[in-house]
């Protein structure tokens, strides 16, 4: 019973019982015996939707609250809550950690206080120390641990959500290592680990010292099964007709079916134009089972979507509602997720189709579950990889609604007798993987090694050989001395590259110079930080040498900067660089370049075809290129050239204010990838003007000017309107058109040509004129003029 948890705060078991939970799940209720609310650590590892939330929020409040005599009757009004702490819950994506704060908030009404940390490095979150209840990504974490946020030391309990997902070759590292930096400083610092069902729980158990639960129950039955042919293949040995009609898809037969029985299904895919696809193609199936009433509330629903953003995929997303499906992806706004996940909790959706990213922290269970692609495309092996286990059985689990469904079915798709067959093996019957730790990877330890130093755990070799000890990867590995030699590696290349220093000491006394603090408070891979610190230096040494070729006598090395920059150089550069500055300066393209081919960003693919077309760039462009060009006998690391030069340019096009549709065309990609690729490249940049002045590199103006450019997407012209908030690329340059060039001239503009430059949006306008200091915004009477030569009609 709720009533009889120990150590909770006093107003949490009402609370629960108005949410309609009278008693615990046998899992949560093992948590609690094995101490849970007492401080005590706790491995969870249940199957997917089995109520781990609640044991987090059981850890979290009790540890915050502890100290106040829950029995002294509180009536839960919210000063009377007093908490003495604070709670750290790490999610593993971004997206996730707002799904997270909206699920705490509704303890605010208790006194207890939420914030989300995600965005913004090389901050340390003062504000957060507030907060009794912290989300957080794990680089966010692993970032305030560098930043040397004091409050950390003050936490009194960590949640890692997801934690399986120390697996992960890319993020898991952090995870991992955050982790154990955190325990390590606080040693009293309760640990508590939610884990899908894993192979290995005991390991993760005995990594962090703690209880375990390790639980398949699951509120309601669960049957996997694979379709084939005319039949719904069970695991019980059950088979179930479910025919296909000619013209119809699996995926589709499978919906009509469960529709038939009043049911609606979640169907998972690989990839985000694929659930976008499906949806479209499932609202056909979908459509001719809705009823008026379901229609008309549909229809409401499509326009609150389209009411939130003038977009392909929100009037995708609401045309597909209006039918009666939808598709569900970390690409739609946080307000469309809300809205489908809603619509499909009140069964007015039948369908969504969605990718499995953020599937784990959404709660949409459905009386079925297809998962429709168990192969996934993956860059680094090179092609379609099938899933793990762990994860096809982390979507499965979304199936059967408990206290709807008599039990959930879970299916796969088969196309001939032989994929029947591996389905089964490989998913239906098979045990989850194993989790492994990932952290012997050298991007990953160059990156943790360095900060371990920077930030103070560890001052010598010894030191972090004993700091590594914490960590899984030492509690995994059998390899003895393998830890030892890649860290002596890491440590001789971290010195090379004067990020760190050795002392000939017997401890191996290790320090962070000033230059590898700065790369470890910036988050970048050291090898980033060595590519473009090489890169522009090598960019000072030639220009210097081609500079002084240039002059009449022959000069001297160790000449001064200050010279004029050779001719070939200023031809390219002319337009991308300020003028009153008379050091040589890279090109934006050079600069573009230089961060692309960094570790920190992904490189485009190159297809058929793009191999030569960018090999003569490259040639023709070299001069502007920081550093040396590999040669075309070094296959491998050509390629990459060739593949940085190709981001350079797409990110080169966005700066010169090419249509976006142009791009995506141009390179094959979507309008998301466009901002991821800008987004890291503006914070590299503003990494590479950080790094170059503190070496004392001249470059900053083109790199900050190139930053500016990318971040805002315009010629350098528009740099400063496309600054003012609300303006962006396309208004920047029509305002411009008009003669408006600056901030300061809209400041002064005649509001009617603004009113005409934008179109005749007078709210827009305002809000325009507001951000840009304008005396007085007010559009009110104000007719548009439209000025001749308008470029965009
Ligand atoms: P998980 O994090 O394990 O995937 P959730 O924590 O999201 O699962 O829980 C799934 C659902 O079960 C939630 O809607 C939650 O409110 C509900 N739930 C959790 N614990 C209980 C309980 N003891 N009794 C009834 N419902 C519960």
């Known amino acids: 019973?709720?009533?009889?948890?120990?150590?909770?705060?006093?107003?949490?078991?009402?609370?629960?019982?108005?949410?309609?939970?009278?008693?615990?799940?046998?899992?949560?209720?093992?948590?609690?015996?094995?101490?849970?609310?007492?401080?005590?650590?706790?491995?969870?590892?249940?199957?997917?939707?089995?109520?781990?939330?609640?044991?987090?929020?059981?850890?979290?409040?009790?540890?915050?609250?502890?100290?106040?005599?829950?029995?002294?009757?509180?009536?839960?009004?919210?000063?009377?809550?007093?908490?003495?702490?604070?709670?750290?819950?790490?999610?593993?994506?971004?997206?996730?950690?707002?799904?997270?704060?909206?699920?705490?908030?509704?303890?605010?009404?208790?006194?207890?206080?939420?914030?989300?940390?995600?965005?913004?490095?090389?901050?340390?979150?003062?504000?957060?120390?507030?907060?009794?209840?912290?989300?957080?990504?794990?680089?966010?974490?692993?970032?305030?641990?560098?930043?040397?946020?004091?409050?950390?030391?003050?936490?009194?309990?960590?949640?890692?959500?997801?934690?399986?997902?120390?697996?992960?070759?890319?993020?898991?590292?952090?995870?991992?290592?955050?982790?154990?930096?955190?325990?390590?400083?606080?040693?009293?610092?309760?640990?508590?680990?939610?884990?899908?069902?894993?192979?290995?729980?005991?390991?993760?158990?005995?990594?962090?010292?703690?209880?375990?639960?390790?639980?398949?129950?699951?509120?309601?039955?669960?049957?996997?099964?694979?379709?084939?042919?005319?039949?719904?293949?069970?695991?019980?040995?059950?088979?179930?007709?479910?025919?296909?009609?000619?013209?119809?898809?699996?995926?589709?037969?499978?919906?009509?079916?469960?529709?038939?029985?009043?049911?609606?299904?979640?169907?998972?895919?690989?990839?985000?134009?694929?659930?976008?696809?499906?949806?479209?193609?499932?609202?056909?199936?979908?459509?001719?089972?809705?009823?008026?009433?379901?229609?008309?509330?549909?229809?409401?629903?499509?326009?609150?979507?389209?009411?939130?953003?003038?977009?392909?995929?929100?009037?995708?997303?609401?045309?597909?509602?209006?039918?009666?499906?939808?598709?569900?992806?970390?690409?739609?706004?946080?307000?469309?997720?809300?809205?489908?996940?809603?619509?499909?909790?009140?069964?007015?959706?039948?369908?969504?189709?969605?990718?499995?990213?953020?599937a784990a922290g959404v709660n949409t269970p459905s009386r079925r579950v297809v998962v429709r692609d168990w192969r996934r495309y993956d860059g680094t092996a090179g092609g379609m990889q099938p899933l793990s286990v762990l994860e096809v059985h982390q979507m499965m689990g979304r199936a059967g609604r408990p206290g709807l469904d008599p039990y959930g079915e879970a299916l796969l798709l088969a196309s001939n007798h032989d994929e029947l067959d591996e389905l089964f093996e490989r998913y239906v019957w098979a045990d989850p993987e194993p989790v492994q730790s990932k952290l012997a990877a050298e991007p990953a330890l160059r990156t943790h090694i360095l900060s371990t130093v920077a930030s103070g755990f560890a001052n010598s070799r010894e030191g972090l050989l004993d700091f590594l000890e914490a960590t899984l990867y030492a509690s995994q590995t059998t390899e003895g001395g393998r830890l030892e030699t890649v860290v002596d590696e890491v440590i001789a290349y971290l010195a090379a590259n004067d990020f760190l220093t050795r002392a000939d000491d017997e401890e191996g006394t290790l320090r962070a110079t000033s230059i590898g603090q700065t790369v470890s408070r910036l988050y970048l891979d050291p090898m980033s930080a060595a590519e473009m610190l090489d890169g522009l230096r090598e960019f000072e040494r030639t220009a210097g040498q081609r500079a002084s070729r240039s002059a009449p006598d022959g000069e001297q090395d160790g000449e001064p900067p200050g010279f004029e920059p050779a001719s070939e150089l200023v031809s390219d550069a002319g337009d991308d660089i300020g003028e009153s500055d008379d050091t040589p300066q890279p090109t934006a393209m050079g600069l573009y370049h230089l961060v692309s081919r960094t570790p920190d960003m992904y490189e485009l693919y190159l297809r058929s075809g793009d191999e030569e077309e960018y090999s003569m760039e490259a040639y023709e462009r070299e001069d502007e290129f920081l550093g040396a060009m590999p040669s075309e006998f070094e296959e491998g690391r050509f390629e990459d050239w060739l593949s940085a030069l190709k981001t350079a340019r797409l990110l080169e096009d966005w700066a010169d204010e090419i249509e976006e549709g142009t791009i995506t065309e141009r390179y094959g990609v979507g309008p998301g990838d466009i901002r991821g690729k800008v987004e890291t490249a503006s914070w590299l940049l503003n990494a590479a003007e950080r790094l170059a002045g503190e070496v004392g590199l001249d470059v900053t103006p083109a790199i900050r000017e190139a930053r500016v450019r990318v971040e805002h997407g315009v010629r350098a012209e528009l740099v400063d309107l496309a600054g003012v908030r609300g303006v962006g690329r396309k208004r920047a340059r029509r305002l411009f058109a008009t003669g408006i060039e600056s901030r300061e001239d809209l400041r002064e503009a005649e509001k009617s040509v603004v009113l005409g430059a934008l179109r005749g949006r007078e709210k827009t306008a305002e809000n325009i004129l507001t951000n840009a200091g304008h005396r007085d915004p007010s559009m009110e009477g104000v007719t548009p003029t439209t000025p001749d030569g308008d470029p965009t009609g």
């Open 1 to 358: 019973d709720v009533a009889d948890i120990p150590g909770v705060p006093a107003w949490l078991p009402e609370h629960l019982q108005e949410d309609g939970i009278e008693a615990l799940y046998p899992p949560q209720a093992e948590a609690v015996e094995r101490g849970v609310t007492g401080g005590a650590n706790l491995v969870a590892s249940v199957p997917t939707a089995s109520g781990k939330t609640l044991i987090a929020e059981l850890a979290m409040f009790s540890a915050i609250t502890s100290g106040t005599d829950g029995a002294d009757d509180h009536e839960g009004t919210a000063d009377e809550t007093v908490t003495d702490g604070t709670a750290l819950y790490i999610v593993p994506l971004r997206a996730l950690a707002s799904e997270k704060r909206e699920e705490f908030e509704q303890f605010e009404a208790y006194g207890l206080e939420v914030g989300v940390s995600t965005g913004n490095y090389e901050s340390d979150g003062g504000w957060l120390a507030d907060k009794d209840v912290v989300v957080a990504t794990s680089e966010k974490v692993d970032s305030l641990v560098r930043n040397d946020a004091p409050w950390i030391d003050d936490l009194d309990c960590v949640v890692a959500d997801e934690v399986h997902l120390v697996d992960d070759g890319e993020r898991g590292p952090t995870l991992e290592v955050t982790l154990a930096k955190l325990r390590k400083r606080n040693p009293d610092l309760q640990t508590v680990a939610l884990s899908a069902t894993i192979g290995n729980a005991e390991a993760l158990a005995e990594w962090l010292d703690a209880e375990l639960v390790d639980s398949t129950w699951r509120p309601i039955d669960l049957k996997k099964g694979v379709h084939y042919g005319q039949a719904l293949h069970l695991e019980d040995g059950n088979q179930k007709r479910l025919p296909v009609r000619d013209s119809e898809k699996q995926t589709a037969a499978i919906v009509r079916d469960t529709l038939e029985d009043d049911g609606s299904t979640l169907v998972f895919v690989n990839s985000r134009r694929n659930a976008e696809a499906a949806a479209r193609r499932l609202a056909s199936t979908t459509d001719p089972h809705l009823d008026g009433e379901e229609r008309d509330r549909l229809a409401e629903i499509a326009a609150e979507i389209r009411d939130v953003s003038d977009t392909e995929t929100s009037d995708d997303l609401a045309e597909a509602v209006e039918q009666g499906a939808a598709f569900h992806h970390a690409g739609l706004s946080r307000e469309h997720r809300s809205l489908v996940e809603d619509a499909f909790q009140e069964r007015l959706v039948k369908v969504i189709s969605a990718t499995p990213t953020l």
